[in-house]
């Protein structure tokens, strides 16, 4: 018995001596960064050696506006309602047989794909536009994540012109030549932006999954296969390498892989959750542990991953409040700092009824708030009146509204955000 149990203790000894060394192994962000670059202590985020706490916005259309004058506005309205970080695309591909239409919209796009490589766009229709956003949000002292990709659509091109159209989803994350694909794209973005004070974080992709909304998940994508935990290692120390000042994330929508998962009942049977077992990719507690990973995101939709039992004791408020602490306690484990990204629930009144609870849980547990999504009114390009692309469009003046964005003239909802973004400036240095 207790030989076994020295030979416990060497392996396990050994084992932690290799995680170790993998870390050390790692690019490292630079110990001292240059002036209005943000860094972390512990859980917080700070500004030039202050604390900064801030309220963000989701703006991924920023970049699709044609004129600087509505651009301006937009940062108007975010500057004087206390926002201080505005994430959005740093992606806009599309096929080439879109582009006759893309030309004659005038809409903007980074990449074009015509074979397993894209062209780069970085004059006045492409990369200049979202230089125009970024320039103009330090401006007003305000911030920008850039999301390298999207799991939703974007990452499906390097799929399906890389490695086929019959691949799986999760081939983005293994592939090789997808990989470097990738990462040169990624090396374009950061080369362009990396001495600039303006950005906030680099961010690796929006909503990793497995499965995306176009192609199922593969065979080797399954809880306890690493892949994306893998993956996030491999760019954010690829992105290190690149950028040594700037911080680095996910951009994940922050689920666990738990031993002992959440259970809920559906269909009058007991079935485990997604959002704790693991099988859409994630494994939050483990991801936010890695060398090069600098705070956590997580994302809150219940209203649309779940189904409101009627009769039960399950309801939108509740659950967010317990996603929440759970995200809590694992940044608590990484003493990192972690940020509500992504936010929402349909419905004036849902909206008014529910996030003061969500915002207000957020604050008392040191969290940054980032709702999806900010809305601007007054737009003026194609007199108020644009179709951008798909479901995107200008209306009235009205930035593109998905059911979850909010608007200056809700005030209810608001001013959730603005007497939030007070308490979080006084936070600050």
């Not at 401006?139 to 091109?157: C, E, M, P, R, Y």
């Not at 666990?256 to 494994?283: C, I, M, Q, R």
């Not at 990192?336 to 936010?343: I, R």
């Amino acid at each position: 018995m207790r030989s076994l149990l020295i030979i416990a203790r060497t392996v396990f000894l050994w084992a932690f001596l290799a995680i170790c060394a993998r870390a050390s192994n790692s690019p490292r962000r630079s110990s001292e960064v240059p002036p209005g670059f943000v860094t972390t202590r512990g859980r917080q985020f700070e500004l030039d050696g202050k604390p900064f706490s801030f309220v963000g916005a989701n703006s991924y259309w920023l970049p699709l506006l044609l004129t600087q004058k509505d651009v301006e506005t937009t940062f108007q309205t975010m500057q004087k309602a206390g926002v201080k970080v505005v994430r959005t695309w740093g992606f806009n591909a599309i096929n080439a047989t879109e582009l006759p239409d893309a030309l004659e919209s005038d809409l903007t796009y980074y990449q074009t794909w015509n074979s397993s490589h894209w062209t780069l766009n970085d004059g006045p229709q492409g990369l200049q536009r979202l230089d125009r956003v970024i320039d103009t949000a330090g401006k007003h002292g305000i911030k920008v994540i850039v999301a390298f990709t999207n799991n939703w659509f974007g990452s499906d091109l390097y799929v399906n012109w890389i490695a086929g159209p019959k691949e799986p989803h999760d081939t983005f994350f293994t592939d090789s030549r997808i990989i470097a694909s990738y990462q040169s794209y990624v090396r374009t973005i950061v080369g362009r932006y990396k001495d600039s004070p303006n950005i906030f974080a680099w961010e690796l992709m929006n909503e990793a999954r497995c499965l995306s909304d176009t192609l199922p998940a593969g065979p080797t994508c399954v809880p306890g296969s690493n892949t994306l935990k893998t993956w996030y290692r491999q760019q954010s120390d690829f992105v290190r390498t690149l950028d040594p000042n700037h911080l680095i994330t996910t951009g994940g929508e922050g689920h666990f892989f738990w031993k002992k998962p959440a259970k809920y009942w559906f269909n009058h049977t007991l079935v485990s959750d997604y959002n704790f077992n693991g099988e859409a990719g994630e494994d939050f507690d483990r991801d936010l542990l890695l060398p090069n990973i600098d705070f956590g995101t997580y994302h809150l939709y219940p209203q649309s991953w779940y189904v409101d039992f009627p009769g039960s004791n399950w309801t939108v408020e509740r659950w967010g409040l317990e996603w929440i602490d759970d995200h809590v306690r694992s940044a608590n484990r990484a003493n990192k700092p972690v940020v509500l990204e992504e936010f929402g629930v349909s419905g004036l009144q849902n909206k008014s009824e529910i996030y003061p609870k969500w915002v207000q849980h957020a604050l008392d547990t040191h969290h940054a708030v980032m709702p999806w999504q900010f809305g601007e009114l007054g737009l003026t390009e194609d007199g108020g009146n644009r179709i951008i692309k798909y479901a995107d469009a200008i209306n009235h003046g009205a930035s593109p509204n998905d059911g979850n964005t909010f608007y200056i003239n809700q005030t209810t909802v608001w001013d959730i955000f603005t007497r939030a973004a007070k308490i979080q400036n006084a936070r600050s240095g």
